[in-house]
Structure formats: structure tokens, C-alpha cells
């Protein structure tokens, strides 16, 4: 069985000015018994995940402290039809630039700011600072050439939604970074129309097949996937543990 350790994720570790690493435990993988425990090692925060249906890391991840703070649900979706999913309005498609890191980044802070995701989920991190994550994480989307984000402008030229993804060209997927959507635009078809356009640029790129990944808390955003053709590949927990000293948690 292989043998798994968390990893130093210096991002979070910046942001919350706490040390912070991750864990990812496949089916079949088990912790490194040899190493510090999750709760009581080097690190006063590990964000761990497993796949739903693993009992044992489930019962390993619990056993070490951890605390369920989100349902992570992949989607996935075949591409050989996506152009013909298109509405005539859909066209022309809208691509950003780094010229628009900054609208990106203010639209992705007021978009998360009410996250459902296990940042938001944790008391013990600062809502603020989870949401400038958020900000932070479009403005790296923005300005990185492996990333096509697709946008929606308002009549004053200002950004509304996105869509974005990453092309894996040996494996003909694209895979997608995030979503977001001002919330005076909800529900008025900006995310559908949206996700047509990043799938027929992700068929254009050479792209066979798209997958995604959505908070299942955020029913809304499951269901529009579905809506465009996407459906459920599988499910992953999340999982916070904090590190626990002689005198308590930390």
C-alpha cells in the first residue's frame, strides 16, 4: 500500500500566516505511520481529502482529529458535441487578458465572499482572509497564458462571470479552475451561457473531454453543470485537522 505524508502548501501557509499543508489519500493509500501524527507534527493546519466511499481513510482522518468540512463533487463531460450546444447569442465568445487580473480578482472576492467551500466552513480561519484567496487564486488564473478564462461583460464593459480551463493536450482534457458569477446575475442564464462557450473553446483546443469540480453545498452550481451535460463522476471529503498541543488544540 503506498504511503502517504502531508505536503507544505506555501499559498495557504501566506495567506493565514499559519504553517499549512495537504493531504490527498487515494483509495488504497494509508498515512505514514512513522511520521508525526496529523495533529500534534509540524504543521497547525492539514487540509486533507479522501474519496467518499473510503471508510478507512474516512475512519484514519477521523481517528487523527479531523473535522469534515466540505463534499467535493467531480463532474465530467464528453466533448464531441459541445459546438453544437451553442445558442446563436452565445458567439462572439469573450476571452480575457491579464489586462483584466484586477476586474477578475474584485469580481471573485465579491463572488466568495459568502463561500460554501471548507475555507468558509472553518471557524478558525478569518473569513476575510478566505475570501481574498479566492481574489488571489482569479488574479493567478488571469495572468496565466495556460489558462483560458472566458467572460461576460456588462454594458459598461465591466466582468460579470467566468469560466475557466486548462488544456492537458497528450491526455485531451480540459480541466476547469474556477467559476464565478456577480450575484445581481444569478440566475439569469450568465453561468449557462458561460459554460456552452468553454465548451466549444475547450473542443476547439483539442480537447475530448472536460471535468470540473463543485462544492456539493452549492446546489445551484451542480445543477447548472448538469444542465450543460455534465454528470457526477465521484465525490471526495475534506477534511480539517488541527494540530494539538499538550495544553489542547492550537
Known amino acids: ?28 493509500d494509508r498515512l505514514d505511520l512513522d511520521a508525526p501524527p496529523l495533529d500534534s507534527g509540524a504543521y497547525d493546519l492539514v487540509i486533507a481529502r479522501c474519496a467518499a466511499d473510503d471508510g478507512a481513510n474516512i475512519a484514519a482522518l477521523e481517528a487523527a482529529g479531523g473535522r469534515l468540512m466540505d463534499v467535493h463533487v467531480s463532474f465530467d463531460r464528453d466533448l464531441a458535441d459541445a459546438d453544437a450546444d451553442l445558442d446563436p447569442d452565445d458567439e462572439p465568445i469573450d476571452v480575457a487578458t491579464a489586462a483584466d487580473a484586477d476586474a477578475i480578482s474584485a ?16 471557524p478558525r480561519l478569518p473569513a476575510d482572509r478566505c475570501t481574498e484567496l479566492y481574489a488571489d487564486w482569479g488574479r493567478r488564473l488571469a495572468i496565466d497564458p495556460a489558462v483560458t478564462v472566458v467572460v461576460q461583460r456588462d454594458a459598461g ?38 459554460g456552452r462557450q468553454r465548451l466549444a473553446l475547450a473542443r476547439r483546443a483539442g480537447a475530448d473531454r472536460i471535468v470540473t469540480a463543485v462544492h456539493l453545498q452549492n446546489v445551484a452550481s451542480c445543477r447548472a453543470n448538469e444542465r450543460i451535460g455534465f454528470r457526477i463522476a465521484s465525490a471526495e471529503l475534506t477534511f480539517h485537522i488541527w494540530r494539538r498541543t499538550p495544553e489542547g488544540e492550537l
Open 157 to 194: 464593459g465591466g466582468i460579470i462571470g467566468l469560466a475557466t480551463f486548462s488544456l492537458d493536450e497528450p491526455a485531451q482534457q480540459a480541466t476547469v479552475a474556477l467559476d464565478a458569477v456577480h450575484e445581481d446575475h444569478r440566475g439569469t442564464g450568465t453561468f449557462a451561457r458561460l
Open 107 to 122: 469580481l471573485c472576492r465579491s463572488a466568495f465572499a459568502r463561500s460554501t467551500g471548507h475555507y468558509h466552513a472553518d
Open 1 to 28: 500500500m503506498p504511503i502517504t505524508a502531508p505536503v507544505r502548501s506555501p499559498l495557504d501557509a501566506d495567506r493565514f500566516a499559519i504553517e499549512v499543508a495537504r493531504l490527498s489519500l487515494a483509495p488504497g
